[in-house]
């Protein structure tokens, strides 16, 4: 079976630029949640979609947004890049959305902003 | 929110040894707690996790123990082989009663395991 699919793998953006990165969730999964990931931190929650639905939000600015479609896979924008922004962005899906799912992560996009 | 802190950041073993990584957490409601292993340039891989209504659980050369009174929980990982090298990261859940499944990560422990 397929795992967590993410594109692209890398990306070279620069300041002021927008960014949409892809994601495709496990077959069967219904929930995708997003993280930034800087290097030598652990990963930062950022969303997570449910049944198309926003079900949450970490402290992250309006910069980024992100949507769920039909089909479970989801979509992260971030406009107005900012250097700070460079990091992994990770994607993860799980069958649901309560607190003790198990979520499985995929490759990430490495971002780099110059 | 919930905060996690994850000791030690490097740890260094012989192979064969025993491993362990401590994690405290804040939040006495959270009620899930996975363990992720990352190699450089990969995916966090899920390794073990456990249940608050759960003390003690194990896979293999590899065991989660949970102490909730304390709130903190440790991972274990005997007859350490070079190919457990990697960053792990320990996790916690929202608080329970919550439907979001947001993990608060630690910082990270990179074990390196010396043939």
């Known amino acids: 079976d397929a795992g967590v699919t993410q594109s692209p793998t890398h990306l070279i953006k620069t300041r002021g630029q927008h960014v949409t990165l892809r994601c495709s969730p496990i077959?069967?999964?219904?929930?995708v949640s997003w993280y930034q990931q800087v290097l030598g931190q652990g990963p930062q929650f950022i969303f997570q979609?449910?049944?198309?639905?926003e079900r949450g939000r970490g402290n992250f600015p309006d910069r980024f947004s992100a949507r769920q479609f039909p089909n479970y896979s989801s979509e992260l924008n971030v406009n107005a890049l900012l250097l700070g922004d460079s990091a992994l962005y990770l994607c993860?899906?799980?069958w649901g959305t309560g607190g003790d799912q198990p979520q499985h992560f995929g490759d990430g996009t490495r971002l780099s902003i110059l | 929110g919930e905060n996690v802190e994850q000791h030690p950041s490097t740890l260094s073993v012989q192979e064969g040894d025993s491993a362990v990584i401590k994690c405290t957490y804040s939040?006495?409601?959270?009620?899930?707690f996975p363990w992720y292993k990352q190699e450089l340039g990969k995916r966090p891989q899920l390794i073990i996790d456990?249940?608050?209504?759960?003390g003690e659980k194990k896979d293999q050369r590899i065991a989660v123990t949970l102490n909730k009174t304390a709130k903190h929980f440790s991972l274990h990982i005997t007859e350490t082989q070079p190919e457990d090298s990697a960053v792990y990261f320990c996790?916690?859940?929202?608080?329970?009663?919550?439907?979001?499944?947001?993990?608060?990560f630690g910082r990270g422990t990179q074990l390196t395991v010396w043939p």
């Open positions: 993860a899906s799980s």
């Open positions: 939040d006495s409601a959270s009620n899930y």
């Open positions: 456990i249940r608050s209504n759960v």
């Open positions: 996790a916690a859940s929202e608080g329970r009663g919550s439907t979001l499944g947001r993990l608060y």
């Open positions: 077959s069967g999964h219904k929930s």
């Open positions: 979609y449910y049944e198309k639905e």
